[in-house]
């Protein structure tokens, strides 16, 4: 198995390589498939959990449905968030739908990730309010200022990003990678969502663990290392 760990893609990504990669669930209509391709495919993990994006639209039993799917196996939260760029109309909604979330992670020391647009002032302060699980918190496709990573940091997170948030000329998600701890660090590929026409999930991800080692100035070997250890320590230690 190559050491290229992807820590966040979602349903109708390739996943054609052979490192562990977490497959997240957006709301109940995909709880299912999410589980059944884990089932199938030994180094996926299975996410479940209420996409900000969603919680205006799901049914009234999503929780007993999302606490069922965790007691059937799901090995993960996610993905879950608070939004104020694309649902900033539900965001009251979305604020108890991530805090209960977070909770039902926190009890049973799930791994979660977390979708956070817009919303940095919110998502600190549920966070510093919530139980959170022991081993720590992750921030996918991280698009927060560098100045909230020490504050995150605080709080046991980790870190993604991927391909599409680190090539030149972009500065805000290359400046807080800077600012990371080689240890917090993950990488990912948000797959199919965040990939342009004509090139699969593998590449994708790869391309993302060359700009990060070109943005950190260490050797992709290194940082490909380091962050299998992350993505092993965070998503399967118990």
Known sequence: MNDHCDAHYHLGGSQPFDGYAVLNGTSPTDWSAVSKHAAETPQVIPAVGLHPWKVHEAAQDWQPQFLQALDEGACAVGEIGLDRQFAKDSFDAQCVAFTWQLEQAAARNLPVSIHCLKASDALLRLLRQTKLPARGIHLHAYSGSAQEVAQLLEL??????????????????PDALRLIPLDRLLIE?????????????????????EQAARIREVSLALLTQQVSFNFKRYFLDD
Do not use: E, T, V
């Open 156 to 173: 046991g997170a980790y870190f993604s990003f991927h391909a599409g948030q680190l090539p030149p000329p972009a500065r805000k998600a």
């Open 189 to 209: 590929s948000d797959a199919p969502d965040a990939m342009p026409d004509g090139i699969n999930q593998a590449d994708f991800l790869l391309a993302a663990y």
